[in-house]
Nanobody
Framework: VQLVESGGGSVQVGGSLTLSCKAS????????MGWFRQVPGKKREEVAR???????QYLPSVKGRFTISVDNGRNNLYLQMNSLRPEDTAKYYC???????????????WGQGTQVTVS
C-alpha cells in the first residue's frame, strides 16, 4: 500500500479536520500530489493539488477554507479543512503521480480513502 490516509471523522458544521496521507514506495516523492473526494452515486471531484514547486490549486468551493501542504520529502501530504459544510461530506482520497499536475489525466496512485462527515 503506497498511500494511506488518516484523519477523517465526523464533525459539526463550521468545524475543522486535518487529513493526512503517508506516501511510501513509488508514491513517495511524487512531483504532484492531491486530494479527491467522492459521494456515492456522484462523480468524484478533485479538491486540491500541489506540484513540485509547492504551487497549490483548489476546487472553487473549498478555496479559502481548505489548505493543502506537503512535507519537504514529499512523504506526507495534508489537507487542513476549516469551516466545514454538509456538502463537504464525502470519502476523501489521497493521490500521487509525477505527471498529474501537467495533464488532465487521472492520477495513477490512489489511497483507500477516509470518510469525512459534516452534520
Amino acid at each position: 500500500v503506497q498511500l494511506v490516509e488518516s484523519g477523517g471523522g465526523s464533525v459539526q458544521v463550521g468545524g475543522s479536520l486535518t487529513l493526512s496521507c503517508k506516501a511510501s514506495g513509488n508514491a513517495a516523492g511524487s512531483h504532484c500530489m492531491g486530494w479527491f473526494r467522492q459521494v456515492p452515486g456522484k462523480k468524484r471531484e478533485e479538491v486540491a493539488r500541489i506540484d513540485i514547486d509547492d504551487i497549490a490549486q483548489y476546487l472553487p468551493s473549498v478555496k479559502g477554507r481548505f489548505t493543502i501542504s506537503v512535507d519537504n520529502g514529499r512523504n506526507n501530504l495534508y489537507l487542513q479543512m476549516n469551516s466545514l459544510r454538509p456538502e463537504d461530506t464525502a470519502k476523501y482520497y489521497c493521490v500521487a503521480d509525477d505527471l498529474f499536475c501537467l495533464s488532465d489525466d487521472a492520477p495513477s496512485r490512489w489511497g483507500q480513502g477516509t470518510q469525512v462527515t459534516v452534520s
